[in-house]
């Protein structure tokens, strides 16, 4: 999976682009992703983590956290993101039980 990170009016540290390539790797590989683009944005002394996360057949999930620094922005993007993810698997199985009993 191909990871693209941006930074905006931010600098970002190694430790910070490792956690998060960690992080969409494992969803990644979970829930079969394609490539996913991370956003860094400072504002003053709000900090914003926003994830783009393409899948297959040309499905984008797109989540964003806040927060006073980068950390605790990015655990809840990814929170947000999982959680996204989780509910689209969930459906699509109900939908294939759906289809069986027809």
């Known amino acids: 999976m191909e990871i ?13 682009h490792n956690r ?3 992080a969409l790797e494992h ?11 991370v956003r860094f944005e400072r504002d003053g002394p709000s900090c914003r983590v926003e994830i783009v996360l393409h899948k297959q057949r040309n499905r984008r999930f797109v989540a964003e956290g806040r927060g006073r620094t980068y950390g605790p922005a990015l655990a809840l993007a990814l929170k947000h993101l999982e959680t996204q993810l989780a ?3 969930r459906i699509a199985k109900d939908r294939a039980r759906l289809a069986a009993r027809a």
């Open 87 to 89: 509910h689209a698997k």
């Open 27 to 37: 969803l990644g590989t979970r829930f079969r992703a394609v490539d996913a683009l």
């Open 20 to 22: 998060a390539a960690a």
């Open 4 to 16: 693209v990170f941006h930074a905006h009016n931010a600098v970002i540290s190694s430790r910070m």
